[in-house]
């Protein structure tokens, strides 16, 4: 297995002097390895950046940049991709490089047992902030050094260590660190992003665009008013990522082949497309969130042969995350398998027929309203 180290294909990235330079990929293979072994992996690397983010977060100017790209919200979270905020200001990077070799007593040829490897997932550092608008609200941003933290994506962890600088060095903090602790006190979780993207610019902005120039055709399905009931993300990585993958095919027996309907190209495997990303405060609220994202387009005439929807609406977790199944039968004795990426299982399993559509699917997880339209 040839290794890559993390962070040294994140310094390329961080010197590089041109912003396409970002486009650069650290990705992860998940196939080489288990997931335990791919987690406790990216979690060293994960705790090496946070060395040298530990020593930038004592300074009030690198908090106010992080402040500002946050409230740019440009991924729809309380996140700052750490590539994007060294490329801003080269002297960060060079901080960066010295407080990892200062406080990690090694180099980055040092940090061992790296196992990110070139496959088809880019994968991106970032800072979240947990709670950032209650915390500034409050008037807590940058009063004292955040408390940093590492998450690999294991949902099973809801107490982390958190770490500070001392005078001598990294220190542990005596508080473990959980929800309740970041509702009171400011929490840097260095983490995965979990977008995908080809460049800094928002691809919600590019979304959004695409969708507002897509021409309706004959029988669109969107969906257009959803209500997320259940927390299925970790409160260490922030808002839900309510994905969904979903196939056509006829309306009895399968046929031969399956088609996915896929309007965000830009995803990886068994990601699907995103319908919705749901704060922690939209689910403890149970506010009525209204993406109005298309589900299947020209229904009718793309697929004239294809009448029933085969799909699955989970929560969408990063590789390492292992894959979860929905298994559809058709009472002919042939089935689908539909896998997803999630440390949970679906929020809604289900098939239905364009010209027997429900208008609401629901359940304790999540309802979703649907409208149907004729061009």
Same mark, same amino acid.
């Given at each position: 297995?040839? #290794?890559?180290?993390?962070?040294?294909?994140?310094?390329? $990235?961080?010197?590089?002097? %041109?912003?396409?330079?970002?486009?650069?990929?650290?990705?992860? *293979?998940?196939?080489?390895?288990?997931?335990?072994?791919?987690?406790? &992996?990216?979690?060293?690397?994960?705790?090496?950046?946070?060395?040298?983010?530990?020593?930038?977060?004592?300074?009030?100017?690198?908090?106010?940049?992080?402040?500002?790209?946050?409230?740019?919200?440009?991924?729809?979270?309380?996140?700052?991709?750490?590539?994007?905020?060294?490329?801003?200001?080269?002297?960060?990077?060079?901080?960066?490089?010295?407080?990892?070799?200062?406080? #990690?007593?090694?180099? !980055?040829?040092?940090?061992?047992?790296?196992?990110?490897?070139?496959?088809?997932?880019?994968? %991106?550092?970032?800072?979240?902030?947990?709670?950032?608008?209650?915390? +500034?609200?409050?008037?807590?941003? &940058?009063?004292?050094?955040?408390?940093?933290?590492?998450?690999?994506?294991?949902?099973?962890?809801? /107490?982390?260590?958190?770490?500070?600088?001392?005078?001598?060095?990294?220190?542990?903090?005596?508080?473990?660190?959980?929800?309740?602790?970041?509702?009171?006190?400011?929490?840097?979780?260095?983490?995965?992003?979990?977008?995908? !993207?080809?460049?800094?610019?928002? $691809?919600?902005? =590019? +979304?959004?665009?695409?969708?507002?120039?897509?021409?309706?055709?004959?029988?669109?399905?969107?969906?257009?008013?959803?209500?997320?009931?259940? %927390?299925?993300?970790?409160?260490?990585?922030?808002?839900?990522?309510? %994905?969904?993958?979903?196939?056509? *095919?006829?309306?009895?027996?399968?046929?031969?082949?399956?088609?996915?309907?896929?309007?965000?190209?830009?995803?990886?495997?068994? /990601?699907?497309?995103?319908?919705?990303?749901?704060?922690? +405060?939209?689910?403890? +609220?149970? #506010?009525?969130?209204?993406?109005?994202?298309?589900?299947?387009? =020209?229904?009718?005439? /793309?697929?004239?042969?294809?009448?029933?929807?085969?799909?699955?609406?989970? /929560?969408?977790?990063?590789?390492?995350?292992?894959?979860?199944?929905?298994?559809?039968?058709?009472?002919?004795? =042939?089935?689908?398998?539909?896998?997803?990426?999630?440390?949970?299982?679906?929020?809604?399993? &289900?098939?239905?027929? #364009?010209?027997?559509?429900?208008?609401?699917?629901?359940? =304790?997880?999540?309802?979703?309203?649907?409208?149907?339209?004729?061009?």
């Amino acid at each position: 297995m040839k #290794n890559l180290l993390l962070l040294v294909l994140l310094l390329f $990235i961080f010197g590089c002097e %041109h912003e396409d330079q970002l486009q650069d990929r650290m990705k992860i *293979d998940f196939d080489l390895a288990s997931t335990d072994d791919l987690q406790l &992996g990216i979690e060293q690397n994960l705790s090496t950046i946070g060395y040298g983010i530990l020593g930038l977060s004592q300074d009030n100017s690198f908090r106010k940049m992080v402040y500002s790209e946050i409230d740019e919200s440009f991924t729809g979270d309380f996140e700052a991709l750490i590539e994007y905020l060294l490329l801003k200001n080269p002297g960060y990077a060079t901080s960066f490089d010295d407080n990892v070799v200062k406080y #990690n007593g090694s180099n !980055f040829a040092d940090v061992t047992n790296s196992i990110v490897q070139s496959i088809d997932l880019q994968v %991106h550092p970032q800072i979240f902030i947990p709670n950032y608008d209650v915390l +500034k609200e409050q008037n807590i941003l &940058g009063k004292n050094n955040p408390v940093v933290i590492f998450y690999a994506g294991d949902e099973s962890i809801t /107490e982390f260590p958190g770490y500070k600088i001392s005078e001598n060095g990294i220190i542990k903090t005596k508080t473990q660190v959980d929800e309740d602790f970041s509702l009171k006190n400011e929490v840097w979780v260095i983490s995965i992003n979990e977008r995908y !993207f080809g460049s800094i610019a928002d $691809i919600d902005m =590019n +979304k959004e665009k695409a969708r507002s120039q897509r021409v309706k055709g004959q029988g669109d399905l969107y969906a257009y008013q959803v209500v997320v009931k259940q %927390h299925f993300e970790s409160w260490a990585a922030g808002a839900s990522e309510v %994905h969904i993958r979903k196939f056509v *095919d006829a309306s009895q027996q399968l046929l031969p082949t399956q088609i996915e309907v896929k309007y965000q190209q830009y995803r990886g495997p068994f /990601e699907g497309d995103r319908i919705v990303k749901a704060s922690r +405060k939209d689910v403890r +609220k149970q #506010n009525v969130l209204t993406p109005n994202m298309p589900m299947v387009i =020209n229904w009718e005439i /793309e697929y004239s042969d294809r009448p029933r929807m085969i799909f699955a609406i989970f /929560e969408y977790d990063v590789a390492p995350t292992g894959l979860k199944s929905y298994w559809y039968n058709d009472g002919y004795g =042939n089935s689908l398998e539909v896998k997803y990426r999630s440390a949970d299982y679906a929020y809604y399993e &289900g098939s239905f027929l #364009n010209w027997n559509l429900p208008t609401t699917i629901a359940n =304790n997880n999540i309802e979703v309203n649907f409208t149907y339209t004729y061009n």
